[in-house]
């Protein structure tokens, strides 16, 4: 999945056999834009999972959207995370003011509460979501 | 000084990261075939399950007790293992990978003036967060030592994960409670030897002459020596030596009776070992082939049948390997036994381009053999199809049973673990 010896790029270009003039531009090539490199800051804490629901929809999270998360970051005041709950997963958005609460963002009395809950870990930081139309 | 990090239960961890649910549940991985098992977790462990128990054995006991049983899922363990290893070498670049689950880190190179044990634990604390494996690690002078320690860290609870070695005064205490079963290389053979001459810790053994011992037992046990006397002596390089055998062997899904199934496995194992053979750069002249029924079950006739075959010509090629292995077969193949296993073992190595040439030796044919051999191998490893030869068979009669596998979570974007 990630960057590795058999890591290949969709967008890198074949390496095609060239007889004639030299081009132009052979001093100025580039690398192609890296879709790893752009969404994964740290590869060997990050991990991807599979959104469902409407919960987060107003956070642009639709449903069966690749959540890209990375296990590395602490979370900062209305990061998004995935947290376990009582042995099930969750996306949800945190808030750490007086009270460190989850919520969802389509309805606030979705509340939950983390201090109160028994079964609560953190998992890791959403960093983006891949939703595909 | 030198750190050996070891993941707790490996698969068993693995198999926990993204199932909350069984964050406090016993659970078990079995090996490849469902058949014993070769992972457990500190619950399982409490259950008195133990390593490498035929699984049939426990099975009913330990489900109606609530234990959790998955089939091993080497896809998911080899890319947490990378992970692993990876952040590792973020915290020291001289690292030595043991094994799957295992890394030797040479802390030599950092300054004299470290706090070991802020170091042991965020490193502790790194791999738990970032990935979800608890660690232990113990910290020595020597590999060997760190090895001991880091056995200590994880069996003794008091020590919350993590022995660091540093003190002479500290070593010798510590060695006097280790028995010398316990020590890195010293087996059963070794240790009652060992014991009839009154050596019976690991600080008794670390007092004697290691000249002694080299003298009167083996290089290897006098390198022991010499590590538990604190100086370091094996380097990376001692594992890295060249293989000496290669075996391939699995059990049945279920047991078989017929000749022509056990033939195909037999034939799939050695070309198997073949591949392995020539990543190796080696060339074998010794091919054995052996038969077996499940020793485990007293209700079957038992049978173990074994044969090998010397070859004049060394090689590295699949066909006549496959050709001789099934040789065997034909001479140890008996008919009315329940087979379990079969497996093919490759041995006597010579390197390829170090052995003489007869004189009647085919050169042509062999380097034709070598070019055909380099490109079976080259388009099995594409993965976009596998070729074979003539009779490894496509039944699945005799293949793997991983019934009970858990998802490929990090590796196949159709088994990513969902959230809601």
């Known amino acids: 999945m990630f960057p590795n010896k058999d890591y290949k790029d969709p967008f890198s270009h074949k390496k095609l056999k060239h007889s004639g003039f030299p081009s132009p531009a052979n001093d100025y090539i580039e690398n192609p834009i890296n879709m790893n490199d752009l969404l994964i800051k740290r590869a060997s804490s990050t991990f991807l999972m599979r959104f469902r629901g409407n919960e987060m929809i107003l956070s642009g999270i639709k449903n069966n959207a690749i959540l890209i998360i990375d296990r590395s970051l602490k979370p900062s005041n209305g990061n998004i995370v995935v947290a376990s709950i009582n042995g099930e997963f969750l996306c949800r958005k945190i808030l750490l003011g007086s009270k460190k609460v989850l919520v969802t963002d389509c309805s606030n009395n979705k509340l939950l509460d983390i201090d109160k809950i028994i079964n609560f870990e953190l998992l890791g930081v959403v960093t983006s979501s891949i939703n595909t139309y | 000084m030198f750190a050996l990090i070891d993941c707790n239960s490996f698969y068993a961890s693995c198999e926990k990261i993204f199932r909350p649910d069984l964050k406090h549940r016993p659970i078990v991985v079995l090996s490849n075939n469902d058949g014993c098992v070769i992972a457990r977790s500190p619950e399982a462990k409490k259950m008195g399950i133990s390593m490498t128990q035929p699984w049939y054995q426990v099975k009913d006991q330990y489900l109606s007790k609530g234990g959790v049983v998955f089939s091993s899922n080497y896809e998911f363990y080899a890319d947490i293992s990378n992970r692993v290893m990876n952040v590792l070498s973020d915290l020291c670049p001289e690292i030595d990978i043991y094994s799957i689950d295992e890394a030797f880190l040479d802390l030599r190179t950092f300054r004299k003036n470290i706090d070991l044990v802020n170091f042991a634990y965020d490193c502790k604390k790194r791999i738990k967060d970032w990935i979800g494996v608890p660690v232990s690690i113990g910290i020595a002078p020597t590999k060997t030592l760190a090895k001991l320690a880091n056995k200590v860290a994880k069996d003794d609870p008091r020590f919350d994960g993590v022995v660091i070695l540093s003190e002479p005064r500290v070593i010798k205490h510590f060695l006097k409670s280790i028995p010398i079963e316990k020590i890195w290389g010293i087996g059963r053979k070794l240790t009652a030897k060992l014991e009839n001459i009154d050596i019976k810790t690991a600080y008794d053994l670390s007092q004697v002459d290691s000249r002694l011992i080299g003298d009167n037992f083996n290089v290897v046990l006098e390198r022991t020596v010499r590590e538990l006397k604190g100086q370091s002596c094996i380097t990376l390089h001692d594992f890295m030596e060249p293989k000496k055998q290669i075996m391939v062997s699995r059990s049945f899904g279920k047991s078989i009776r017929s000749k022509s199934i056990l033939s195909e496995a037999i034939s799939f194992h050695a ?150």
């Open chain 2, 271 to 420: 070309s198997r070992a073949a591949e392995k053979l020539r990543y190796e750069k080696q060339k074998c002249r010794l091919i054995t082939a052996f038969i077996r029924s499940n020793r485990f079950n007293t209700r079957v006739r038992q049978i173990y049948a074994a044969k090998s075959f010397e070859l004049v010509h060394p090689t590295d090629d699949t066909r006549i390997i496959i050709k001789n292995a099934n040789r065997i077969l034909d001479q140890i193949f008996a008919d009315g036994y329940q087979y379990a296993k079969a497996g093919v073992l490759l041995s006597d190595f010579t390197n390829r381009y170090g052995y003489q040439m007869s004189l009647f030796d085919k050169k042509r044919d062999e380097k034709m053999a070598s070019k055909l051999m380099q490109t079976v191998d080259y388009i099995n490893l594409m993965e976009i199809a596998k070729i074979g030869f003539g009779n490894q068979g496509y039944r699945n009669t005799w293949r793997m049973k991983r019934e009970i596998k858990s998802k490929r979570y990090t590796t196949k974007i159709e088994e990513i673990p969902t959230t809601k």
